[in-house]
């Protein structure tokens, strides 16, 4: 049993950079993955991905966001650079079971089984970006 709890969000303003972090109540990434998806509707939609021996992003992501991990405290970050408007979201992380790879974090969410296929996630912790 793991425990995942972000933290880091808050009300910035644009063009401001916050770090989201995703602590793990016990080392994991010897077993899974690490995801962050966001939320702003009704879709959770993936943003990174980190592993042990990979680190991905959509492509869609790519640019403004950076995911990095401190094995030490068990926890993986988020960067977010250059905030927008549109960036407000409720930000999640997630454990994806090993032997999946991070390119599954592509796959829609959308069913209960979809969200299953992580083992893990993490309450979310809110982003609002508003001048």
């Known amino acids: 049993q793991v425990q995942l709890v972000e933290s880091g969000g808050g009300l910035v303003q644009p063009g401001d950079s916050l770090t989201l972090s995703c602590a793990a109540s016990?080392?994991?990434?010897?077993?899974?993955?690490i995801a962050w998806f966001r939320q702003a509707g009704k879709e959770r939609e993936p943003i990174s991905c980190i592993?042990?021996?990979?680190?991905y992003y959509v492509e869609s992501m790519k640019g403004r966001f950076a995911i990095s991990v401190d094995n030490a405290k068990n926890t993986v970050y988020l960067r977010l650079n250059s905030l927008r408007p549109e960036d407000t979201a409720v930000y999640y992380c997630?454990?994806?079971?090993?032997?999946?790879?991070?390119?599954?974090?592509?796959?829609?969410?959308?069913?209960?089984?979809?969200?299953?296929?992580?083992?893990?996630w993490g309450q979310g912790t809110q982003v609002t970006v508003s001048s």
């Open positions: 997630a454990a994806l079971p090993n032997p999946l790879k991070c390119l599954v974090i592509r796959s829609r969410l959308r069913t209960q089984s979809d969200y299953a296929v992580y083992d893990y």
């Open positions: 016990r080392s994991i990434l010897g077993g899974y993955s």
């Open positions: 592993s042990s021996t990979e680190t």
